[in-house]
C-alpha cells in the first residue's frame, strides 16, 4: 500500500513538473510548429496525462489510478474544445492501449471529466476563476466516485480508505493545476503586456548585459539602426551598430554606470541624421540581482527634437516679446482675479513716476492706489478716497475705459479689459497731445464758425447767421414772447460813399455797427448786417412799444456820433429805420415774411423823409415820431 501512495504522489509531482515545463517552454516552442496556442495546450496536458498514466499505480491486474484528471479538465476548462479533444483523443488512446479491466471505467472517466470541463467553461464565461477550478474539482470528485461505485465497476470492491484516497488526490490535482495554470496566466498577462508596451513605444528601451551587450531592444532601438527584427540586436554591442568614435564614448560610459552601480538621468545628446539634425535625451541605469551584484544595464533614449525646436520657438517669441513690450508706446499692466499685480512693462511704470516702485509684480491694485493717493499723483480725486479705492479695485474686472490726469499734467487713458481666465488687462495710452491737438481743433473750429457766421467789415452777424437766427426765434414766438425786428438803413450812403470814397464809406458803416453793439442790452439780442448800408437787429421777448424805445435809442447814438455827411439835408449822417412785431407761428415762408415786412416799414420811414422810424401796419401818433 506504502508503496501505491509513493507512486501516486510522485505522479502529482509529474503532473506539477509538465505545468511548468509547458508554462516555460510553450512561448519558445510553439511558434516553431505554427501551431494554435489551444492546439499546443491541449498536446502539452494530453502528453501529461499519457505520462501519468504511464506511471500509474495497479492497484489490481487490470486496474490502474494515477492523476490524469487534473490535467484532462485543465485543457478542457482552460483550453476550449480545440484543447479538449487534443487531450481526450491522447488519453482514450493511451489508456485503451494499457487494456484490463478498468479500460472502460476509466475512458469513461476520461470522457466525463471532459464534459464537465466544457460545461464550466460555459459557465463561466470569458473570465475563469479559481472559484470556478473549485467547483469544477467537486464535480469531478463526485463523478469519479459514482463511477468508481457503479454496478458494472470493477473498482467497486475497493476498499474505502483507497477510493477516497484516490478520489482526494485526485481532487487536489485538479486544484494544483488550476492554481497553476491561473497564476501562470496572470504572470504570462503581465509579461506579454510590459513586452509589448515596451516593444512598441515609441521611445527607444534596451537592456545591456555587463559586456554591452544588447539582451533586449524594442522596434524603436532595430528601427533606427536599420535591422528588420528587434530580436537580431540580440548580442550585438554598439560598436556593431555606431561609428566607432561614439560606440567607444557609450561603452566607456556603461562601463563607468555598471563600475558604480550609479545612473546617467537626462543626458541630450544631438546626432546628424539623413534629415538634418536630431536631439535626443538618454537616461541609464545600472541593473542588480537579488544579491546585489550589477547583472547589466537598462536605457531609455527618446527624441526630444520636436521638442527642442519647440523650446527654441519659445524662447524665440518671448524674446520677441520682451522687445515689444519693452519699445511699445503703450504702458501695459496684468492683474490676477485677486488683484495682484502679475506683469506690467517698463513703459506702464514711466507713467506713473510717483508710484513706479509699487507698480511691480506681487503687489495688490489696493495698494498702488492708496500709493496714488499718499502721493497725490492724479489729480481731481474725490474727497472719500477710501470708497474710491474700493470702487476702482471692484471695477477693475469690468471692462471700461479711464481718462486721467497727473500731477505732471500728463493726460491717460487706461482701457481696462477681462480676459477669458477673469484676469484683467490694462492698457494705458498718453493722450496728452490728442487733448491738446482736440482743444486746438476745436478752438479753430470755433474761429471758422465764426468767420463763417461774422460780417468781416463790421464785425456783427452776417446775413447766414441772421436767417438762422431768425428762423429759431421765430419757433419760440408766441403772443406772451413777442419777436422785433427792426431793419435799418444809413440815409444818403451812396452819396457819402460818392463823396468822401469808400474808404470814408466802410469807416462810417463801422461806426454805424459800433452804435448796434453799444446799444445791446441783452444777450439774445442780434446785431447783424443785412447787406450793403443796411443792418437789422433781432429782438426776442419784445413787444412793438419796447422795440420803438430801442430804435429811439439807436437814433440817438447815430446822431450822437455827429459824422459830417455833406451831401445829406441834416448835415450828418442818420438813418431810417422799420419795425415789424411777430406775435406768434408763422407759416413755411415766415421768415421771409417777416423779412418783407421789415423792408416796407423801412420803405414807410423813408418816404417821410428819412431819419425816422415806422412800424409795419401802425399808425399811431405814438409809434410815428419824426427826429428833428
Not at 537579488?290 to 527618446?302: F, M, N, P
Not at 493726460?411 to 482743444?439: D, F, G, H, P, Y
Not at 439807436?554 to 450822437?560: A, E, H, N, Y
Amino acid at each position: 500500500m506504502a508503496h501505491i501512495w509513493q507512486t501516486l504522489l510522485g505522479n502529482l509531482a509529474t503532473v506539477a513538473l509538465m505545468m511548468t515545463a509547458w508554462a516555460l517552454l510553450s512561448p519558445s516552442i510553439r511558434p516553431r510548429f505554427g501551431l494554435s496556442r489551444e492546439a499546443f495546450f491541449g498536446m502539452a496536458m494530453g502528453g501529461g496525462a499519457v505520462i501519468s498514466m504511464a506511471m500509474s499505480a495497479e492497484i489490481k491486474p487490470g486496474i490502474y489510478f494515477d492523476l490524469r484528471a487534473g490535467l484532462v479538465v485543465s485543457a478542457a476548462l482552460f483550453g476550449g474544445p480545440v484543447a479538449a479533444v487534443f487531450a481526450t483523443v491522447m488519453a482514450v488512446i493511451f489508456r485503451l492501449w494499457m487494456a484490463g479491466a478498468g479500460a472502460t471505467i476509466g475512458v469513461a472517466g476520461i470522457v466525463a471529466a471532459t464534459v464537465l470541463s466544457l460545461l464550466m467553461r460555459e459557465a463561466a464565461g470569458s473570465k475563469i476563476l479559481f472559484r470556478h477550478v473549485a467547483v469544477l474539482a467537486v464535480l469531478q470528485s463526485g463523478a469519479a466516485y459514482l463511477i468508481g461505485n457503479s454496478s458494472v465497476s470493477p473498482l467497486r470492491h475497493l476498499g474505502t480508505a483507497v477510493a477516497g484516497g484516490a478520489v482526494g488526490l485526485n481532487f487536489v490535482c485538479i486544484l494544483a493545476s488550476g492554481f497553476i495554470i491561473l497564476k501562470l496566466r496572470r504572470i504570462t498577462m503581465e509579461r506579454d503586456l510590459l513586452r509589448a508596451a515596451l516593444a512598441q513605444s515609441p521611445d527607444f528601451y534596451y537592456v545591456k548585459d555587463t559586456k554591452s551587450r544588447f539582451r533586449f531592444a524594442n522596434e524603436a532601438v532595430a528601427r533606427f539602426n536599420k535591422i528588420n527584427d528587434p530580436a537580431a540586436m540580440i548580442g550585438l554591442s554598439d560598436f556593431d551598430i555606431a561609428e566607432t568614435s561614439r560606440a567607444a564614448a557609450l561603452f566607456d560610459e556603461e562601463r563607468h554606470i555598471m563600475a558604480t552601480g550609479g545612473a546617467l538621468v537626462n543626458r541630450e545628446e544631438c546626432l546628424a541624421g539623413e534629415n538634418g539634425e536630431r536631439w535626443f535625451l538618454t537616461s541609464k541605469v545600472a541593473v542588480h540581482d537579488s544579491e546585489g551584484d550589477v547583472i547589466g544595464l537598462a536605457g531609455i533614449t527618446r527624441d526630444i527634437t520636436e521638442r527642442k525646436h519647440l523650446e527654441t520657438e519659445i524662447v524665440q517669441s518671448r524674446d520677441l516679446l520682451k522687445q515689444v513690450m519693452r519699445d511699445m508706446s503703450d504702458g501695459l499692466a496684468l492683474f490676477s482675479e485677486t488683484g495682484v499685480l502679475l506683469f506690467c512693462n517698463d513703459r506702464y511704470r514711466e507713467f506713473f513716476p510717483a508710484t513706479a516702485h509699487l507698480r511691480v509684480p506681487g503687489t495688490h491694485i489696493r495698494t498702488i492706489l492708496e500709493g496714488v493717493v499718499a502721493s497725490k499723483e492724479q489729480t481731481n480725486l474725490p474727497l472719500d478716497k477710501a470708497t474710491w479705492i474700493e470702487d476702482i479695485a471692484r471695477g477693475l474686472f469690468a471692462d471700461h475705459d479711464q481718462d486721467i490726469q497727473t500731477d505732471a499734467g500728463r493726460r491717460l487713458q487706461i482701457r481696462t479689459r477681462v480676459t477669458c481666465n477673469r484676469m484683467a488687462l490694462a492698457v494705458v495710452t498718453e493722450t496728452t497731445a490728442l487733448k491738446q491737438s482736440e482743444l486746438a481743433f476745436r478752438s479753430l473750429a470755433e474761429r471758422l464758425q465764426l468767420l463763417a457766421e461774422t460780417d468781416g467789415l463790421t464785425g456783427l452777424a452776417n446775413r447766414r447767421a441772421l436767417d438762422e437766427a431768425l428762423a429759431a426765434e421765430l419757433d419760440r414766438a408766441t403772443a406772451a414772447r413777442p419777436l422785433s425786428i427792426i431793419m435799418i438803413d444809413v440815409d444818403r450812403f451812396k452819396a457819402y460813399n460818392d463823396h468822401y470814397g469808400h474808404l470814408m464809406g466802410d469807416d462810417c458803416l463801422k461806426q454805424v455797427a459800433h452804435c448796434l453793439i453799444q446799444a445791446r442790452q441783452r444777450p439774445d439780442q442780434m446785431m447783424a448786417r443785412f447787406g450793403g448800408e443796411e443792418f437789422m437787429v433781432v429782438l426776442p421777448d419784445t413787444d412793438a412799444a419796447a422795440a420803438m424805445d430801442f430804435a429811439e435809442h439807436l437814433q440817438s447814438k447815430v446822431i450822437g456820433m455827429g459824422i459830417k455827411h455833406a451831401k445829406s439835408e441834416h448835415a450828418i449822417v442818420t438813418a431810417s429805420m422799420g419795425i415789424t412785431v411777430c406775435a406768434g407761428s408763422r407759416s413755411a415762408d415766415g421768415v421771409t415774411r417777416l423779412l418783407q415786412e421789415a423792408d416796407l416799414a423801412l420803405y414807410d420811414a423813408k418816404n417821410a423823409g428819412r431819419h425816422c422810424v415806422r412800424v409795419f401796419g401802425k399808425t399811431d401818433e405814438m409809434l410815428q415820431r419824426v427826429f428833428s
